[in-house]
Each structure stands twice: as structure tokens, then as C-alpha cells.
């Protein structure tokens, strides 16, 4: 990158918008060791070990969003083994009433104490208000661990391997695990009843352990001028010194396998309003030249015969298969609503190759231990689609995330395919939760092939870094100012590397698991891979167009089982040409430099922030006795 480049043009060809991350102060007592970002611990180690992945104090809104608190009066504090923060926050509701809340942290080298006061200014509405704490899913997934009930009981327990459904502990007051041999750590949470839930179902990297149990009511009043305290007490108990950890700068080294099976193809998501504008750059569709078409069709948002006649529009005009996603209303007889699609289906002249159903009621999410909303039997609804539409594909299961998936699970028996989305801004939207949330892919994988079976097709849903739909609240967060804002549709990123180096590392994800095919994006809209141009120009070519690009013309190709050395970092995925020749994708997930270690030699092409500033598309790249450096967020494609 030239050194003439001002940070805010570097942040925009990065992530999409100028907004900074939030600043992260590094604290250090001994060995211990935490990040300081917005009041919230993050990060949280001992000699290099992640012990915690964060102890945040969070208030959420009535939809689950969470409220970003304006912070003052920071302290910080640190020398002779030890460090203080100390600061004040205040949340403002929609309606301007106020919450507000006083941190205190104190670390040393074996404790970190956090604790939080909040005092509504008045009556104060919320989902949950409190402390969250997210303990690592990597090396603790399915081990061993202690956990004590608020009634003073200790037993031992085991985090699940497999996703829960539900919470796997409840009436929680400390939870203990094992660090590394020889080193225990016990988190202690005082002053509310906790309860973990496994926060993989959204695609986080974590076990989340939170305050407020879900059986209580919510949303709920926090009256004026009542104080609510909390404390979070991580103790460290070490017999010895941890083993030190593998450091962060040491080369990648991905290693080709043995060849196996098919990558994924790759497939577009149509909305009835962004049909017109994916017909009118119909030559950059053919230029993609994607594997399928996913056509979202919901009557319960007043789609009809006009927006069928738009896709039969675009079907006609390109060859990719056809997939119709219709949320079935259930508000008459099944056989009709389904004999009236396939009416109108027929009427628009939509050539279809499959057809993807699920009741709208299931758009909504349903907690553990609420009672379900009524909804035909999943088996009814299946056998209507099928006596309307006897000739096609049948894809059911989830329109909305994991979570519902795994908590409704469908009669795969009657299925063709399975199908479910995800969404990595459900929690948290900054930019390394976003990026971890691939580390939570294979458990997902794994967990949805428990559920339907190792030989049913698999497939994923539109499955894009904004949200498109949230099953937990009447609606997604707006997102006017272009922040990395959790449950928004529109998120900056789309529109920087970062997306391309996500879409990689999720199809790189999937590879390994053997999906079908997935749904990473959309041609236009805020999902899409291109922009709106200026003038009479036309849509532009987002970064992560060129990423697709390149996994739609290795959609369905003979697979190469792939490794990366450190997947935290650098994921990749390997396939044949059908020119035989090898080719490969690899995306850095980080905002480092990362230096990697090549499997073959060959022609390389990268996507990094030069060639975005450039804007002149992927670069020629020299290689280096089989290694290369890639830049912050770059994708590589090496053929040979």
C-alpha cells in the first residue's frame, strides 16, 4: 500500500466505512493478561493461553439489539503486577430514558474482578441487563468441567460437543475448567441468577454464560433509581507455569491432501425487489456465472403473480439452477396455498428445478421452554409441496438460523435437501467476533449432520454478514450511519475486502464438510456483490465480487482436501480445473500481515487492499520459494 494512502480511504477499501474499530488497550498483570475495548474485557489470558473469550456488561432493547453505552470518566491503572480501570457509562432508550452504569476492574496476576452498578434514571425497558461471559469453544468443546448451582451444589459436568439446543447449565454461580495441564480456572458470578446457553446455535465461537434465566419474562422494567450490582470473579489456580502458546506471527503453512468429493456449489439469493436490478446487470450475472438462483418468495409479505413473473424473467435468461424459497403462510388449507403457487408458477412460465419450504410462523424464534406458536405438522406441509409440485427437488428445514433448526427438527425423510442460513452479526458485529464466528462452522456442520443424516444433501441458505431477517425481534437494526451494528442489514463490510476474505472463509468451512452448495450473496441490494455507480455508469463491482467470482467457477468441482496450520488466521480451499490443474482460494481473516506457506507453486492472483484502492480488480502476485505474504483481509487464487 502506498504511504501517500490517508487512514480513513485505507478503512473504506477495508471494511466499507471510515468508522474506526474501537480503541483496545492491552492489560497486563504477571501473566495475566486482558483487552480493554468499549469497558468490556476481551481476550482474557494466562501466559498466552486464552482462558476467556470476554466479561462484558451489556444492556440489550426490547428486539435483542444491543446498546452501544457512551463511556467517560476512564481510569486506567497499571504497574507492580496489578491493573485498575474505572469508568462510567450511560445507555439512552428509545424513548430518551436513561440507564446508568459504573464499571470497576481490578486485575492481578491469578484474579480479575469486574464488577458493574447500573441505576435507571427512569423506568427502564430491556431483554437483559448485565454480565455475559463467553468461555472459548476450541479445545473446551465436549471437556470436562465443574459447575456450582446458585444453591451452593458442585458437580461435574461436560460442555457439549454437539450444539445444545437448550441451556446446558442453569442456576449457575461459578463454572470451573481446565486452561492447560496443571491450570484451572474457576469464573464466579454473583448477584443474579446466571445461566449458559451454546452460542455456536448463532454461529458465535463461544459458550455464552449470562445473567436473567430465559424461563423469566422479558422484555422487563428496570424501575427508576433501583440499583442493580453485579460481580464476575475469574480465579486462576496454577501448579505450574502454563506452556507457552504458538505465537501469533508464525508462518501458515497450508497443506494439500488427498483429493475427495466436490466443492460446493455456489448460488445467489433474488428478493422480488432486487429482481429488475439483477435483470438489468444481467451481463455482470453471466460474468459470475453462479451455479443457482435461490428466488425468495413470501406471500406474507405481499409477493403474487408479479414477482413470480420477474423471476421467470431471470430464470429464462440465465441457465443456473432455479431454486424457489417459499414461505408458506399456512393460513388455509395446504393443498390450496401450494396448488395456488404451483397455479401461478405455471401462469408466469418460471422454469423451477427445486422448491424450498417452511411455515412463516417458523421465521420466529422460539426459546427453550415457550411454548411453540400453532403450525401444521412439518410432515403436512411437505406432503402438500409435493402433491403441487411432484417434479422437483424438496428443500425444507430452516429459513432463519441454526438455532431454530436445531430446536424444530424437521422429518428429513421427506426432504431431497436440508437447508438452513446463518447470520454472524446475531451478538456481536465487531470485526474479530465476525471472523470467529468461522471457527463455530464445523461444529454447526457437524451438529446439522447429526440431526439429518450423513448421506442427506446439505445445503446453506443465504447466508450473508448483514442480516436479512431477525427471528428475535420485529425487525433488523437500521443502520444509517454504517456502523458494525449487531442485527443490521445493511453492514459496511459488504462493501470492503473484509467481506471477501469472510465469504472465503466460510465456503472454505463448508468445503470441508462436503454442503451441496450455498447462498453466500446477492447480485444487488445490501447483500450484493455489486454497488449502485453514479450516473449512467451502472452497478460497480464490490471487492468481494471477485471472490465469488472465483467460487462460482469452482462450484462443483473435484475437491483437494486442504489444512491450515493455524485456521484462526488463514483458511483455504483446493479443487481441480477441468483442465486438471490444481487451483486454490486462501483468505486472511485478520487485520495482520500474515506470511504463508504455499502447497504448490504456480499462477497467483490477489485481491488486497491495493488492487481495491487501485480499483482495477485482483493483481498479479509474485511467489517466493512457495511462500507469500498476504496482506490484511487479502484473497489469493493460485492455479498450477
Not at 427512569?122 to 454480565?131: E, I, P, Q, V
Not at 507455569?241 to 506471527?249: I, L, Q
Not at 437447508?419 to 468461522?438: F, G, K, Y
Amino acid at each position: 500500500m502506498s504511504a501517500a494512502v490517508c487512514p480513513e480511504a485505507r478503512r473504506l477499501a477495508l471494511f466499507g466505512t471510515a468508522e474506526p474499530e474501537p480503541e483496545t488497550r492491552r492489560l497486563e498483570a504477571g501473566p495475566l493478561s486482558a483487552e480493554l475495548i468499549a469497558g468490556n474485557l476481551r481476550n482474557i489470558r494466562f501466559h498466552g493461553i486464552e482462558v476467556l473469550r470476554a466479561i462484558s456488561f451489556l444492556v440489550r432493547d426490547a428486539d435483542w439489539g444491543t446498546y452501544a453505552p457512551a463511556l467517560s470518566d476512564l481510569f486506567i491503572e497499571e504497574g507492580e503486577g496489578r491493573f485498575t480501570v474505572r469508568y462510567r457509562a450511560a445507555c439512552v432508550g428509545p424513548g430518551g430514558e436513561r440507564l446508568v452504569y459504573h464499571g470497576r476492574i481490578e486485575g492481578t496476576p491469578a484474579r480479575l474482578v469486574f464488577e458493574g452498578e447500573a441505576v435507571p434514571e427512569g423506568d427502564f425497558l430491556t431483554n437483559r441487563c448485565g454480565f455475559t461471559i463467553l468461555h472459548p469453544i476450541v479445545g473446551l468443546a465436549g471437556s470436562e468441567v465443574e459447575v456450582e448451582h446458585v444453591d451452593g451444589t458442585r458437580v461435574p459436568a461436560r460442555l457439549p460437543e454437539l450444539i445444545d439446543p437448550a441451556q446446558p447449565f442453569k442456576d449457575m454461580r461459578a463454572i470451573t475448567h481446565t486452561v492447560a495441564p496443571g491450570v484451572r480456572a474457576t469464573c464466579r458470578m454473583e448477584g443474579d441468577t446466571f445461566e449458559m446457553e451454546d452460542q455456536r446455535n448463532w454461529s458465535d465461537a463461544s459458550y455464552k454464560t449470562y445473567v436473567r434465566p430465559l424461563a423469566l419474562p422479558w422484555p422487563y422494567v428496570l424501575p427508576a433509581g433501583v440499583p442493580l450490582r453485579q460481580r464476575v470473579t475469574l480465579d486462576i489456580a496454577a501448579e505450574g507455569a502454563a506452556p507457552p502458546s504458538r505465537p501469533d506471527d508464525a508462518p501458515v503453512t497450508l497443506t494439500l491432501g488427498a483429493a475427495g468429493g466436490r466443492l460446493p456449489d455456489f448460488g445467489l439469493v433474488i428478493a422480488p425487489d432486487q429482481a429488475a436490478a439483477t435483470l438489468k446487470t444481467g451481463d455482470e450475472l453471466a460474468a459470475l456465472a453462479p451455479q443457482s438462483l435461490l428466488l425468495h418468495f413470501d406471500p406474507t409479505a405481499g409477493h403474487g403473480p408479479v414477482e413470480l413473473v420477474d423471476f421467470a424473467r431471470l430464470a429464462a435468461v440465465h441457465g443456473a439452477e432455479a431454486v424457489l424459497e417459499y414461505v408458506v403462510p399456512c393460513a388455509r388449507p395446504l393443498d390450496d396455498e401450494l396448488g395456488d403457487l404451483a397455479r401461478q408458477v405455471a401462469a408466469a412460465g418460471l422454469r423451477l428445478d427445486a422448491l424450498a419450504v417452511s411455515p412463516a410462523v417458523d421465521r420466529r424464534s422460539v426459546p427453550p421452554g415457550s411454548v411453540w406458536p400453532p403450525c401444521p405438522p412439518l410432515e403436512k406441509v411437505y406432503e402438500a409441496a409435493r402433491r403441487a409440485f411432484p417434479g422437483l427437488r424438496l428443500g425444507g428445514g430452516m429459513f432463519s438460523y441454526f438455532t431454530e433448526l436445531n430446536r424444530k427438527r424437521p422429518p428429513v425423510a421427506l426432504l431431497d435437501y436440508v437447508t438452513h442460513c446463518i447470520c454472524p452479526i446475531v451478538h456481536d458485529a465487531d470485526d474479530r467476533a465476525v471472523m470467529q464466528t468461522l471457527e463455530a462452522l464445523p461444529f454447526i456442520l457437524r451438529s446439522a449432520r447429526a440431526i439429518i443424516g450423513a448421506d442427506k444433501p446439505y445445503r446453506l441458505g443465504p447466508s450473508t454478514i448483514g442480516m436479512r431477517h431477525n427471528p428475535y425481534g420485529a425487525r433488523v437494526m437500521p443502520n444509517p450511519e454504517r456502523r458494525r451494528l449487531p442485527m443490521a442489514e445493511i453492514d459496511p463490510r459488504q462493501d470492503g475486502l473484509f467481506a471477501a476474505a469472510y465469504l472465503v472463509g466460510m465456503a472454505a468451512r463448508l468445503a470441508e464438510a462436503g454442503v451441496e452448495s450455498f447462498t453466500g450473496a446477492a447480485l444487488t441490494g445490501p447483500f450484493g456483490l455489486l454497488a449502485e455507480g453514479e450516473g449512467e455508469g451502472g452497478a460497480v463491482r464490490r471487492p468481494v465480487f471477485h471472490a465469488a467470482r472465483w467460487l462460482a467457477a469452482v462450484g462443483g468441482a473435484p475437491a483437494f482436501a486442504l489444512a491450515s496450520a493455524d485456521p484462526a488466521r488463514v483458511l483455504a480451499l483446493a479443487g481441480a480445473t477441468p483442465a486438471g490443474d490444481r487451483v486454490m482460494l486462501a483468505a486472511n481473516l485478520t487485520p495482520l500481515e500474515q506470511a504463508v506457506g504455499l502447497p504448490f507453486g504456480g499462477r497467483a492472483l490477489l485481491l488486497d487492499e491495493s488492487a481495491v484502492l487501485g480499483g482495477a480488480g485482483p493483481r498479479p502476485a509474485a511467489l517466493a520459494g512457495g511462500c507469500l505474504t498476504l496482506p490484511p483481509y487479502a484473497v489469493l487464487r493460485l492455479e498450477g
